[in-house]
C-alpha cells in the first residue's frame, strides 16, 4: 500500500489549499481516511476523517474550515483547507485505516508541509 500526499505550500494567512492523497495497491473504496497535523515541535494529531460510507468527523479547531472529501474512483481523499491560520503551519499526513478479519490496519502517507505566513 503507498499513500502519496500532495497539495502542501506556502499561503497567506486567510488563504487557502487542497491537499490531495491518493492511495495505490489495495481497494480504496472500503477504508477510512484521515488526516493529521503536526505543527513545529508538537505531536500528530488528527484533523478530520472520513469513512467508506462518507460519514466524516473534525477536530473542534477544525470545523468549518476545514472540508474532508474522498473520489473512490480517482482513489484519492482530499482537504480543502480555507481561512488558515499560521497555527495550521506544520506538516499533514494522510492515513489510510483498513479492517480485515476484525484487525485494523494503518497505512501513512510521506506528509505535505503546509506554511500559513502571517
Known amino acids: 500500500v503507498q499513500l502519496q500526499a500532495s497539495g502542501g505550500g506556502l499561503v497567506q494567512a486567510g488563504g487557502s489549499l487542497r491537499l490531495s492523497c491518493t492511495a495505490s495497491g489495495t481497494i480504496f473504496s472500503d477504508s477510512t481516511m484521515g488526516w493529521y497535523h503536526q505543527g513545529p515541535g508538537k505531536e500528530r494529531e488528527l484533523v478530520a476523517s472520513i469513512t467508506s460510507d462518507g460519514t466524516t468527523d473534525y477536530a473542534d479547531s477544525m470545523k468549518g474550515r476545514f472540508t474532508i472529501s474522498r473520489d473512490n474512483a480517482k482513489n484519492t481523499a482530499y482537504l480543502q483547507m480555507n481561512s488558515l491560520k499560521p497555527e495550521n503551519t506544520g506538516v499533514y499526513y494522510c492515513?489510510?485505516?483498513?479492517?480485515?478479519?476484525?484487525?485494523?490496519?494503518?497505512?501513512w502517507g510521506q506528509g505535505t508541509q503546509v506554511t500559513v505566513s502571517s
Open positions: 492515513k489510510m485505516r483498513k479492517k480485515v478479519g476484525g484487525l485494523k490496519y494503518d497505512y
